[in-house]
């Protein structure tokens, strides 16, 4: 069984500032994660996934998240949000070995202010 | 090359109405599978298949029905809709031994 927990509904940031996006997950066994981002009206995108090569992962627009084991964490950061970072954010997992169905945390909305 | 598809983008319906969305996918993938999108819920499984003929339920299956005759569709059945059923539909492919999940734009129902 799997779930993943993402704490912070809202997460707001200025232009230019930091952006940490919390993930906790809960695996049975080692995972495949995920962040996917969604904007307004929009489908879902694929950010960046961690499937056990490096556990620094970069992805599109400038993000990056980190597979800590030890602390069963799979934050996304950017070093400096933009405006055009503003829209949902969503952290993932699926067991590893072998493609299975995604279990999906809550979100994260991004709010981004000038 | 399309990816997933799904029709129609926008439904509304009445209470105790039926219909079926679509979903296809060109890439051949095995695995499909259906997700709602509520506020503050995330998405939630609702059905997949991992073959043609194969079909299972995930974690919010009542009320829907699910088959698989062919590779490519994987249609979600709501046979008497219920307001709580108001939602956004994501029906997603990925390939065996693949990791990346593909998805289509969403179907946004209101059942009124």
């Known amino acids: 069984a799997q779930s993943v927990t993402q704490l912070g509904s809202h997460v707001s940031v200025s232009e230019g500032a930091l952006v940490l996006l919390r993930c906790n997950y809960s695996?049975?066994?080692?995972?495949?994660l995920f962040w996917y981002v969604q904007y307004p009206n929009q489908g879902l995108q694929l950010l960046l996934k961690?499937?056990?090569?490096?556990?620094l992962v970069k992805g599109i627009n400038g993000f990056e998240a980190e597979f800590k084991k030890s602390e069963t964490s799979f934050h996304l950061t950017k070093p400096s949000a933009h405006m055009s970072d503003a829209a949902e954010y969503f952290c993932?997992?699926?067991?590893?070995?072998?493609?299975?169905?995604?279990?999906f945390g809550k979100g994260t909305m991004l709010l981004v202010s000038p | 090359n399309a990816g997933v598809t799904q029709t129609p983008k926008f439904q509304v319906l009445k209470t105790g109405q039926s219909m079926t969305l679509q979903c296809a996918q060109d890439m051949n993938h095995e695995y499909m599978s259906w997700y709602r999108q509520d506020p503050g819920m995330g998405l939630r499984l609702i059905h997949y298949?991992?073959?043609?003929?194969?079909?299972d339920q995930g974690e919010v299956p009542n009320g829907y029905n699910v088959s698989r005759s062919t590779t490519e569709d994987f249609p979600l059945r709501l046979l008497s809709a219920a307001p709580s059923q108001t939602s956004v539909y994501f029906c997603?492919?990925?390939?065996?031994?693949?990791?990346?999940?593909?998805f289509g734009q969403g179907t946004r129902l209101t059942v009124v």
């Open positions: 961690y499937t056990s090569a490096a556990t």
């Open positions: 298949s991992v073959g043609a003929g194969i079909t």
């Open positions: 997603a492919s990925t390939r065996t031994g693949g990791t990346e999940a593909f």
């Open positions: 695996s049975s066994v080692p995972p495949y």
């Open positions: 993932a997992v699926t067991p590893s070995g072998g493609y299975s169905t995604l279990t």
